[in-house]
């Protein structure tokens, strides 16, 4: 059976490109059987606009909306471009970053999907993996190597690395790699590698800076945008939720909303900040809601089996901050929760992106407090609609008093719990992952403790602090629960 990809039926009401096959992008007979077993039936609007391009070795700038096959836009090309020339020792033949982990995970998971024809060695240089597998890989010559900015760095700094053989580069998720700081580090690897490059570079959206960076990197680039940045697809069904302010509020608040869902399948719970997807998390265990958590500072182990088991649904819930679940590869994700709303407005596009894919009915919520007028006001102008309430809006809930003390959140959201168990709850009572043994902790010490407290566990750990950081956007200081010190794994 052949996959159509949700975004087809863009192009046809569009009419951007014309009605085009694989076959006819120019890619090689071995990509192409590849591609045919994958199941796609038709390539993706910027596939088809990109591939072609970037298979005459010319520079390519390709925006197009999360989840909309941008991986494959590279991918494919360079495994036909791949094919002829051999790699030579410690002289990489391609380079591509990625900002995250995962998602570097991901880009080497397609290579194996669609170069299964090909006999080709591709590293994955990521942080929070040991450097010896990675030189041997690199050692024994690499064809395509696949990085974060911080663990490349890593490499060619250890000198193991020449970089002077790269003839592809390729820049993705432009963006997010904008807000997690990288640019410094893609500014320094840029220089390694020789000026006649072909360059690739893909970004879900395109802000004034990374215009700016495309300039900079790109020579005479085709430009191929797709969808406008800022749509969200017709099919999620979009709700803002008034709520008072404070976290413990916020949290019953989120539980509210995930009780009433009858159709929950699986859910992201976004949140803007590394700690309230500790505190989110911690909470929703306690009230044996059956979830995850996804964010920078986790290791490699612990986010692919948590990723894992929320794509297999053993974790229906996960709680994830905006750079861990950047551009994942999760299909079919049936509801998205904000908790909160996000400072960005467009991460709020890429966050309800997740759901409503493949033509599905999506459902997202955003638990909106006083505080946020400003930014749903951005939002809505980015997205060029009003956004409906449920049950009343900002003016219906009082400002929280100023120096109203809080209760201890434990007491207090355990009383508040509501009797009517959610869908989620009542397919998997306490269905607390086994990996994750913080959750069994007693109330008291996760009080204290950190929900999530993975650390890279390795040398890589002071570079990853500052280069997988998830939470460029917090307010420093103690207006939460716990001070944020308290987040920080105990060293080991
Ligand atoms: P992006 O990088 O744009 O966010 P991805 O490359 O991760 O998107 O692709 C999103 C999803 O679309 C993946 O599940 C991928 O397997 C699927 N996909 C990609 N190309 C096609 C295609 N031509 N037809 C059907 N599905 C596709
Ligand atoms: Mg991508």
């Known amino acids: 059976m052949t996959a159509k990809h949700p975004s087809f039926c863009q192009r046809q009401h569009g009419t951007r490109f014309p009605l085009t096959s694989f076959s006819d992008l120019g890619l090689s007979p071995k990509v192409l059987t590849a ?4 199941g796609y039936s038709e390539p993706t609007p910027i596939q088809e606009g990109a591939i072609p391009h970037a298979l005459t070795r010319r520079d390519v700038c390709g925006i197009a909306q999360t989840g909309t096959g941008k991986t494959a836009s590279f991918v494919l090309p360079m495994l036909t471009l791949l094919e002829r020339g051999r790699a030579r020792a410690r002289m990489p033949r391609t380079l591509i970053l990625e900002p995250t982990r995962e998602l570097a995970a ?11 024809n090909h006999k080709l060695n591709v590293a994955l240089l990521i942080g929070g993996v040991s450097f010896d597998e990675q030189d041997r890989k690199i050692e024994r010559g690499a064809d395509v190597l696949i990085c974060t900015p911080g663990r490349l760095l890593d490499h060619t700094e250890r000198g193991k690395l020449l970089m002077t053989g790269v003839e592809i580069l390729v820049i993705d998720e432009a963006d997010r790699m904008l807000d997690m700081g990288f640019i410094p580090d893609i500014e320094r690897i840029a220089k390694l590698i020789p000026f006649t490059r072909q360059t690739l570079f893909f970004s879900a959206t395109m802000p ?25 697809a017709a099919t999620v069904e979009q709700k803002l939720v008034a709520s008072k302010g404070k976290d413990y509020e916020k949290r019953e608040t989120l539980r509210a909303i995930i009780d009433r869902q009858d159709d929950l399948k699986n859910a992201i719970i976004f949140c803007n900040r590394k700690k309230s997807v500790a505190d989110v998390l911690r909470s929703l265990q306690r009230h044996e809601y059956p979830c995850g958590a996804l964010h920078g500072d986790m290791d490699q182990h612990s986010r692919t089996t948590i990723l894992q088991n929320f794509r297999d649904g053993k974790l229906p819930l996960l709680v994830a ?5 950047r551009g994942l590869d999760i299909p079919d994700v049936s509801h998205v929760f904000n908790y909160d709303v996000p400072i960005h407005a467009e991460d709020y596009v890429h966050r309800i992106g997740r759901t409503g894919r493949a033509g599905r009915k999506g459902k997202s919520f955003t638990i909106a407090t006083a505080k946020d007028a400003k930014f749903i006001d951005a939002i809505e102008k980015l997205i060029d609609r009003k956004i409906d309430w449920e049950d009343g ?3 219906s809930i009082a400002p929280a008093e100023a120096g109203e003390k809080a209760e201890p959140r434990t007491r207090r959201t355990a009383k508040k719990q509501t009797a009517a168990p959610s869908p989620a709850r009542q397919s998997e009572p306490k269905a607390v992952p086994a990996q994750d043994n913080r959750a069994s902790k007693p109330e008291t010490t996760a009080d204290k403790k950190p929900a999530v407290s993975n650390r890279p566990a390795n040398d890589d750990r002071k570079r990853s602090r500052r280069r997988d950081r998830d939470d460029d956007h917090t307010p420093v200081g103690f207006g939460d629960d716990i001070p944020a010190f308290m987040l920080i794994g105990a060293k080991n």
Not at 35 to 38: F, G, L, N, P
Not at 106 to 111: G, R, W
Not at 215 to 227: C, G, M, T, Y
Not at 321 to 325: C, E, G, K
């Open 208 to 232: 004034p800076e990374i215009q700016k960076l495309a300039d900079k990197f790109l020579q005479n680039p085709a430009r191929i945008e797709v969808a406008p940045p800022s749509s969200t």
């Open 321 to 325: 901050s905006d750079v861990a679940a």
């Open 35 to 38: 591609v045919t077993e994958a």
């Open 393 to 395: 809006n900002l003016s």
């Open 106 to 116: 991901q880009v080497a998971e397609n290579f194996d999907k669609y170069g299964k």
